[in-house]
């Protein structure tokens, strides 16, 4: 009798997860996309905050996961609304982490990729297997559902971290990410392990689903196809109702009773060459991703000049003109060199504020966020408290603006705020 026979819980139920279709991997991605939005709209728009959007996501997750457990098999509509407020969740991890601990991305991405090492690791220790097809226990959709928590969690600082730290932007990293996703699919046709190509995949949807999700939301002009995030979330919230309720009725993901046979689950696990084919792919990936981040981020510093000094020989060798006397200094230049695009946007979001103009300057506000996400990756490396203390203000101003009950007065306040910074 081995380990596995011994710890492994008596109760047998039917399988309480999908089997991998082409709709599995659709409304995966649709999910991926809703969750993020979902999570930015409690965060500013009702102004929870990421604390308080973090609690009430929890707690919904919290409900969610006891419905999913109690089922004893497979639901569409439970297992995928589960999915959806885990990729919520997941991703506000790692937002908790960046914003609220100032842990960077690169540090993130390394100790989700640990934890989910681990738990794969014990996961296979206790259940000699780690086929998605015999979910059948409640020890091992614990482990499912936990490392589905920590592939959001990874691929949302996976994501992050080439959209954003490496200045790639999203649509390039999910160019990027839909390339690799065709390569573990096109690998596991010819031999590659189905247990590691599934999870490398699905790791991957996460940062895809992102970048699909700010192209069709971003204006035009930013590349974008405009429809903006609210269209572009009812569009994936829709889709996901549709191909929810069309498996419900058809039954088309239903694991057969079958395929939970102890014998056909080994025959299905036991691959060859699973072990090595992992190292050999985790070895590539790490080799590959240290290479990358390399040379990206030594482009970045050569692309990024140090901070003009405050005082400057005048052309022809001549000096400035001493100030009057009594004359007030002029403000210190920020850290972070010219950031007069970024006060223009503020100041046209507080003119037309003024002006009674509420949707215009809400719409104005959306170009400051996406420039100064654009520009992270160049105006980060000069000064990070600097860059920092004035992301805080704009995070502020976006709250404040995108609120549901906006209130004029605190809007103008978080604006005046960010022009003082704005030097």
């Not at 996501?57 to 004893?72: E, H, W």
């Not at 296979?124 to 592939?151: C, D, G, K, P, Q």
């Not at 991703?289 to 005082?311: C, I, K, M």
């Not at 002006?355 to 000069?382: F, I, M």
């Amino acid at each position: 009798m081995t380990a596995h026979h011994a710890l492994a819980p008596s109760r047998q139920l039917l399988n309480k997860v999908p089997e991998v279709t082409l709709y599995f991997w659709i409304v995966k991605v649709l999910c991926t996309t809703v969750g993020e939005s979902a999570a930015d709209f409690l965060n500013v728009n009702l102004n929870f905050g990421l604390t308080g959007t973090s609690l009430v996501t929890g707690v919904l997750l919290i409900v969610a996961m006891i419905f999913q457990f109690r089922a004893d098999r497979y639901v569409p509509s439970r297992y995928w609304l589960a999915v959806a407020l885990v990729s919520v969740f997941g991703t506000l991890v790692t937002d908790n982490l960046t914003d609220s601990m100032g842990v960077p991305l690169e540090a993130s991405t390394l100790i989700f990729g640990g934890l989910l090492a681990i738990t794969f690791l014990v996961w296979y220790r206790a259940e000699r297997t780690l086929s998605i097809h015999s979910i059948v226990t409640r020890r091992r959709e614990a482990f499912y559902w936990l490392a589905i928590l920590f592939t959001f969690a990874l691929g949302t600082a996976t994501g992050d971290l080439m959209a954003e730290v490496l200045g790639l932007g999203y649509l390039v990293t999910g160019a990027i990410v839909a390339a690799l996703i065709a390569l573990a699919a096109f690998g596991w046709r010819f031999g590659l392990h189905s247990v590691l190509a599934f999870w490398f995949i699905y790791i991957l949807t996460r940062p895809l689903g992102a970048s699909i999700g700010d192209y069709l939301s971003q204006s035009t002009h930013q590349g974008g196809l405009g429809l903006g995030a609210t269209v572009t979330s009812l569009i994936f919230v829709v889709g996901i109702l549709g191909i929810v309720a069309y498996l419900s009725i058809s039954k088309a993901d239903v694991i057969a009773a079958d395929a939970d046979d102890p014998v056909l689950d080994a025959a299905a696990t036991n691959e060859r060459g699973g072990l090595w084919q992992t190292v050999a792919v985790l070895a590539l990936v790490l080799v590959a991703g240290g290479v990358g981040y390399s040379v990206r981020t030594s482009a970045l510093r050569a692309g990024t000049p140090e901070p003009a000094a405050a005082v400057e020989s005048m052309p022809g060798g001549d000096q400035p003109t001493p100030a009057a006397p009594g004359a007030q200094p002029a403000a210190a230049p920020s850290p972070l060199g010219d950031l007069s695009a970024f006060r223009t946007i503020t100041q046209d979001t507080l003119r037309l504020l003024t002006t009674g103009d509420q949707s215009g300057a809400t719409t104005r506000v959306d170009d400051l966020e996406t420039e100064w996400d654009n520009a992270e990756a160049r105006l980060k490396p000069k000064d990070k408290a600097a860059w920092t203390a004035i992301d805080s203000k704009i995070d502020t101003v976006l709250r404040e603006l995108r609120a549901t009950s906006p209130k004029p007065a605190s809007e103008k306040a978080a604006l005046t705020a960010l022009l003082g910074a704005l030097r």
